[in-house]
């Protein structure tokens, strides 16, 4: 006997651009400079048991860079009318200092002073979600804290109040990959 799966539960990957899964999960050729463009229709539409099994997907790359309207329309083309896509939040919000790695140039090293800037995230990582109408599909933001640098208790204040200045019309989620945050404090902001 064979269930189908609820349409309560969404099953899908953390990203969709694993080249990894070209026999698998994707079937079609992609040339190399289109794969991460052009094979989300069909992530859409693998199917099990005659049905398509993912109703969701991560997208990770928004946590190098906000995405443009024009990367969420080429979203909304390949979707269907059901299915969600969560976004990784842009580092520059995430992140308190900048790592000290060449990619950050001078600022490598320096405080962040964008750091959980609730009206950054509205004005710059929000704002083509809404001019696109992508809402419908947006699960929720993740939000990935990798390394803090700062007291726990400072650490929560922070986050409780940018997550008060937020619109409600959207979902966020935190990612905390720094056990020393995890706490009855950080339990309490995110009630």
């Known amino acids: 006997m064979t269930r189908s799966l609820s349409h309560s539960v969404r099953f899908g990957t953390s990203t969709l651009t694993y080249e990894g899964w070209q026999g698998q999960v994707y079937t079609r050729e992609y040339a190399k400079s289109n794969f991460a463009r052009e094979c989300l229709g069909e992530y859409c539409q693998y199917q099990y048991n005659n049905e398509p099994l993912f109703r969701t997907v991560g997208n990770d790359s928004t946590f190098y860079r906000p995405p443009t309207a024009n990367q969420l329309c080429r979203y909304l083309n390949q979707i269907p009318e059901d299915f969600e896509m969560c976004f990784k939040v842009w580092e520059e919000i995430t992140i308190p200092s ?94």
Do not use: C, T, W
Not at 104 to 129: C, H, M, S, T
Not at 140 to 160: C, I, S, T, Y
């Open 98 to 191: 900048y790592a000290k790695q060449a990619r950050y140039g001078a600022r490598a090293g320096q405080p962040n002073p964008r750091f959980l800037d609730a009206k950054l995230f509205n004005e710059l990582v929000l704002a083509p979600y809404r001019e696109v109408n992508f809402g419908p599909h947006a699960g929720p933001f993740l939000f990935e804290f990798q390394r803090h640098g700062m007291p726990a208790e400072e650490f929560v204040d922070k986050l409780g109040g940018f997550f008060s200045q937020l619109p409600k019309d959207f979902r966020y989620a935190v990612e905390i990959r720094n056990a020393g945050l995890l706490g009855p404090l950080y339990r309490d902001v995110l009630v």
